[in-house]
């Protein structure tokens, strides 16, 4: 019997719009790297990668590049894999003028199509409405207007990839990467995963964006009264506060200050003042040379494991290793 082997097909997308060309151009080299290895051993092609927009040509950065996909997305009936590049921060633009995209991909993923969004191309997912009662990743800065734009998605911003149901997201930036090899991996192997990695030089198996965010406090809400609340956590940065003890200042019941405080800000008031003081401690080991005792008091805290296991459970670090990495000085 004739064994007849079927490549399967790779989309990366490319919307209209101003979106990043990196997570495009960094998603076609290292597959096409990977099809080169498997050449090199003697094995075929895994993936057909096509680059597929709406437009003839897209512009980037003022017009300082430009990339002319492959074809249009009409012209693609079948796909097995759609990746999904880092979008610019007009949202609302980008899934305005993408319409007819958001449309395809949401298609494709009911035909049986696997796919993968870079970062704030989780946009364009959530548009077609296969996010859906799923969880994602995103760059953690976009993470909170994705909750108020989608509510019906699990947003996870502290998760470098997701993968649920034959969707895989990711993180900020250029976390992309560990995206690209996360997929090499499944489609590929270990081995061409592993190879890649050194290739492009890109670490290998991280899971977690934590470390790298930074967090600001969740304003784009319009309950005046939580508002007043958090501007209060953040001027006490050194006093132990009870959910009592501000469901009292601001005379509203505590089961309704924690209901409200969650649907403003998408954490509870507890998770709220954590990250406001490890945001503090995070500063302050870096720009000081302050002890790790001196900023846990700064910071209201008075048990050392308690503040080192908040501190890990938020950053992923122990305040030591955190100090350690980013302040040479202090270390």
């Not at 490319?14 to 080169?36: C, D, Q």
């Not at 900020?172 to 890649?196: H, M, P, Q, W």
């Not at 507890?270 to 005792?293: C, D, G, L, M």
Request: glycine share 6%; net charge positive.
């Amino acid at each position: 019997m004739l064994y007849i082997y079927n490549m399967k097909h790779l989309t990366i997308l490319v919307p209209n719009g101003e979106n990043n060309l990196s997570s495009i151009v960094g998603a076609y080299k290292i597959f096409s790297r990977a099809n080169t290895h498997c050449r090199d051993a003697g094995k075929s092609d895994i993936f057909k990668i096509e680059l597929a927009g709406l437009s003839d040509e897209i512009s980037f950065y003022g017009g300082l590049f430009s990339a002319r996909p492959h074809k249009s997305i009409d012209e693609i009936e079948h796909t097995d894999l759609i990746i999904v590049p880092s979008l610019n921060h007009n949202y609302q633009q980008a899934i305005e003028c993408n319409g007819s995209m958001i449309k395809w991909i949401g298609q494709q993923y009911q035909n049986g199509a696997r796919v993968a969004s870079i970062c704030t191309g989780a946009y364009l997912l959530a548009a077609a409405g296969i996010l859906d009662g799923k969880s994602c990743s995103t760059h953690w800065s976009a993470a909170d207007d994705l909750k108020i734009r989608y509510p019906k998605i699990n947003v996870e911003p502290d998760q470098l990839i997701t993968d649920e149901l034959g969707i895989y997201t990711n993180g900020g930036a250029y976390s992309f990467l560990n995206l690209i090899l996360y997929l090499v991996e499944k489609y590929y192997d270990r081995k061409t995963a592993i190879f890649c990695s050194k290739v492009f030089q890109i670490e290998l198996d991280r899971n977690c964006q934590s470390l790298f965010m930074i967090f600001n406090g969740q304003r784009s809400h319009h309950d005046e009264l939580i508002k007043k609340a958090q501007l209060y956590i953040e001027s006490r940065l050194d006093q132990k506060l009870s959910i009592e003890h501000l469901a009292a200042i601001f005379t509203v019941g505590r089961r309704n200050f924690d209901r409200r405080f969650i649907k403003a800000t998408g954490n509870t008031p507890i998770e709220y003042i954590q990250r406001v003081k490890v945001e503090a401690a995070k500063k302050a080991f870096e720009t000081s040379r302050k002890t790790i005792n001196e900023v846990m008091y700064e910071v209201g805290y008075s048990d050392l494991k308690a503040f080192r296991e908040v501190f890990r459970k938020i950053t992923g670090l122990s305040p030591l290793d955190y100090r350690n990495r980013y302040n040479k000085e202090a270390s």
